[in-house]
């Protein structure tokens, strides 16, 4: 957008027409048109960061249709157009520029999105798929494990018939050599008939009867042999058909075929499995690298460059950072980091970059360019390496075709675009902004701290926080007054004199902004000022900002008297954002505590002062951290002092030196709860949630639902009726339930399902699928927890994951890990006597320390040589040249490791935990550590380090773009 508008100078305060051009968020003035029709270069290049409407007063005269821009560096401008319609054109142009981050990146999730979800459904066919394919290949095996024995049926029958066929064979070659023998005895018995008859045919009354009876007889018994051998022949003949009739060789071939189409159907479902692994790995990795993925609202380039000083022959070094067209360079990559809003310089590169000689007075720098900038200058700077100059080059050359964009935008949208869950159902299908603000909030209006009337109902009235004489700087008329202030909730009220305070409360009771008379601003943050005006200066001053965006200037009477305004009004603006968020929660701690009938104690209620307060704090300085606050208290008691400084050095605070005396009761508290052994006490080791569930508790025909305040520790859940009552009382839980199975209840969303050692199962609700899945992982650290220290004999995991993937039902997959047989927890005679000496070493050189031997034995197990090691370096002693020691530490290792390959060799030993593709987790730990190794870096410095595996890298940014140290291998941890 372009045209005429008034606009202030920010040297000399006067309105002047100028024509403007508007490219994304940079505003180039011009004298006039004419100017930007030939091609001058702008008077005035403006980088901007936040519009705001302006009610146009100045000290001499009132502008109509008047806004205000803010440019990157703080600087604002003070404009007006000649329209309404206008300056909603201009406002609505600027507000449409400044979200082009949030659109890009809106693009960027839908695309990621709309590939997630095609990797997704392509798992799922393939899953589908491979299902079907394992289906037919059941049905094919069992077809042919049939086949199979419809064969070999056929065969031990064929075997039996051919058995018989000989059986027979043999009997009818008998009775035919039986028919040939009765033959030979039939002919021989005739032919003696005959010669009977040849003697006596003279005297026929002479022949014998017997031979004619012997030769008939044997005549008859050869036809019945006969009939026998015709028999058997026929048998014979049948036995043969029925052999005929078997075709084995048709059934051989039906079941070979029936072999060839299940191996295609299994090389089907491999094919098909395997595409669906892949498709799954897809899924993980683009999950897994979302936050690590480019994107096109990161900078184009980042990096240390000289620079030429424009008034001095010298270079200085400086952080520089490209955002599309816009180049910012900074004191060094800390500050960029931290006051990205404050830049030390800015400008708009316009085209490739030049070759410069990079002389400077007498000296030459070497891989020196020059960059052009819309400006109408040339920035001189050097590179480090060669081959930074090309990476610049390529970086200026993209960043010459993009539109400008602010760093800060930029950074926000990116922080948004990387917490964004993309597996939640997309809410637009679209090119629209993810980030859109809705139609009543503009872009740069703060959140509104009001509440809805319904829940205006349920707050408690407010009372004062702080009041008290104030000299102020006016709201129209810029000179310093006395005034007596008083702050009400998260309003501040101006009275004249602390009389008419008096009266006016008289009057109308308790101060309200709808009904009072007098002047009155909501609270939004109050800063340190440093007191400078025109003419004076003013001790002890501060600043107040307000939700309409106005600055009241202030000076207190003493430094003591700042301070108590200062925290009173932070107090007051805290305690008001704790309550707007806790409305309307159903997982708000606070609000159960109110609902509680049990009796505050004093350490009750310094606990929740102290986590009111690191909620708040965290909502100020990094949301990202107020779901930690419940779990820091319980891992830092004891040491509350220890966690406000380290949040006092992270963040340059002031929380440990304010809040001395919270931390010193919370301390005294603590020392006396030592000797209360029931009570609930944690460690950085052992697994620990706390938080509202709703239990269903199963009744006779129902189930009802009673919310509960759970608090895991270890494999354990315990119950309480509030939080109150598991800070005033929490060794008398109303339940204590010890589970071995942890997982996500298939039938709804938001249920996980609890198994007790008996088999029973209990069901809870929770909020949602992210606090459900938080539950079950803190579980499942609990029970690997336990099964480590071996509180249980029989333990069974089962996780079930939203994207797992399950061959033969389609719904997960489900990891087991089982012990079968309990450990032994038998120990050496050397492991007792190397604990003994361990105790008396303590109680020589360290006797607070006796509590942690045991856990320093189980640490390290199998490597005692590492532990005399750590204790001689610490204490300086010399236990690794004690001969005894020595041979323990051997002893102890050779038994350590016949008592691992024992539990290996055992069938239901416990197994390592595997990730879902087979193999071992891989470890990974990120943040700033301050570090010191000599001679590299001699003092400690603030690195950001990287712990991945067994590998240690330190880096000056979380960039990750320059390694100072490392990669190092890990060898060994010591305190």
Known sequence: MKGLMWKRGYTFPTMKRVFCVLEGSMLSVYGSENEFDRGHTPQKVVEITQVQLWDGRSTFKHYDHGFILVALGGK?????????????????????????????????????????????????????????????????????????????????????????????????????????????????????????????????????????????????????????????????????????????????????????????????ATGAIHSAQTAKVKVKLRLASWTSSHSHVDSLAQGYLRVKNTLRPKMHRKYFVLFGKTLCWYKNADDYFQNIRSPLGVVHVAGPIKDWTGKVGLTTYPNAFSIPTVEGKELHVSASVANEVSTWSVAILTGATMIPMSPERARDAKVRRDSFDLTSPPAHTHRMSFFTPTSDRLLDAPFSAKKDKGDESSDKPDIVVVEGSLVKQGHFVPTMKRKYCVVVGVHIYFFDSHEQYVALKAENGALSPDTTTVSCSELLRVNDWDGSLLLMTYPHAFQIDTLHHAHILCSAASAKEKERWMKGIRTAIGHHVASARAVGSLDSFHHVADESKVPLTDQARAVLEFETILADYFHQHNSAKEEDVYVMTKLFQGREGELLKHLDDMYITSLAKDHASLVAKLTKYHAAKLADNSAIETDGLLPHLEGILTYDVPALLTTSKVRVYAVVLGNKLLHFSTRIAALTEPDHPTDTIVFVAAQASPDAALKLEIVDPQGVQRVYDAASTVQRDHWIRTMHLGLEYARAHRQRATLKVSERSLTALSICCGSSTTLHEILDIPFSDECSPESAEFKQLMVAYYEEHNPDGLASVEALLMHFRGKEHLLLASLDKMYGTTLVANDHMTKLCTAMSAYSSDTALRTAAAPGSWRHSLSCDGSLPHHKKAGFVMIKCSPTMPQLKKCYCVVEGASLTCYAGVDMAHVLLGPWQIDNVSM
């Open 76 to 268: 604002s401008y003070q404009c007006s157009v000649d329209s309404s319609l206008l300056q909603k054109e201009w406002i609505h142009a600027i507000q449409s520029s400044l979200e082009e981050p949030y659109r890009i990146v809106a693009d960027e999730i839908i695309d990621a999105q709309r590939d997630l979800n095609s990797e997704v459904k392509e798992e799922r066919d393939m899953a589908s798929i491979a299902a079907e394919a394992v289906q037919r290949a059941e049905v094919a095996s069992r077809a042919i494990r049939g086949g199979e024995e419809h064969i070999q049926l056929l065969r031990e029958k064929q075997a039996g018939l051919a058995q018989k066929a000989r059986d027979t064979t043999d009997e009818m070659h008998d009775a035919e050599r039986k028919a040939a023998d009765t033959l030979e005895k039939s002919k021989a018995a005739k032919q003696a008939a005959h010669d009977d008859i040849l003697r006596n045919a003279v005297q026929p009354g002479q022949m014998s009867e017997t031979f004619k009876k012997d030769a008939a007889k044997l005549s008859a018994l050869y036809e019945v042999e006969m009939n026998v051998v015709s028999t058997l022949q026929k048998a014979i003949h049948d036995i043969h058909a029925d052999m005929a009739e078997l075709s084995i060789a048709d059934a051989v071939a039906d079941v070979a075929a029936m072999k060839t189409n299940a191996e295609q159907t299994i090389q089907q």
